[in-house]
Nanobody
Framework: QVQLQESGPGLVKPSQTLSLTCTVSGVSITAMNYYWSWIRQSPGKGLEWIGYIGFRGGNYYRESLKRRTSLSRDTAKNQLTLQLRSVTPEDTAVYYC???????????????????WGQGAQVTVSS
């Protein structure tokens, strides 16, 4: 059973960097054809895909967030990391990591397209 768990600060000041870790269990993050996405949901809005890192380590980002986002991984710890720079209150959201087999549809996010989701981490951007 694939399980994911997000962790990180719940409060970030404007202009700082949001950093979250996703710990994966039940499968190696390098397992063939697995793609690991970060997704967020702001208050009153739908799910927004941020980016993914693939089993070979390649990244693909949402165009509107690309210049502020970095995704990385630690294969020894089986962990994924999201960094979002220069945050504003508009980045306040619940942040999820999710795993899919094959590249996910990065348009409309459907929970059923992913084999597993983390429980989500609330991040508030406020001074």
């Amino acid at each position: 059973q694939v399980q994911l768990q997000e962790s990180g600060p719940g409060l970030v000041k404007p202009s700082q960097t949001l950093s979250l870790t996703c710990t994966v269990s039940g499968v190696s993050i390098t397992a063939m054809n697995y793609y690991w996405s970060w997704i967020r949901q702001s208050p009153g809005k739908g799910l927004e895909w941020i980016g993914y890192i693939g089993f070979r380590g390649g990244n693909y980002y949402r165009e509107s967030l690309k210049r502020r986002t970095s995704l990385s991984r630690d294969t020894a710890k089986n962990q994924l990391t999201l960094q979002l720079r220069s945050v504003t209150p508009e980045d306040t959201a619940v942040y999820y990591c999710a795993g899919s087999i094959g590249t996910p549809d990065t348009g409309v996010i459907n929970r059923a397209d992913f084999v597993s989701w983390g429980q989500g981490a609330q991040v508030t951007v406020s001074s």
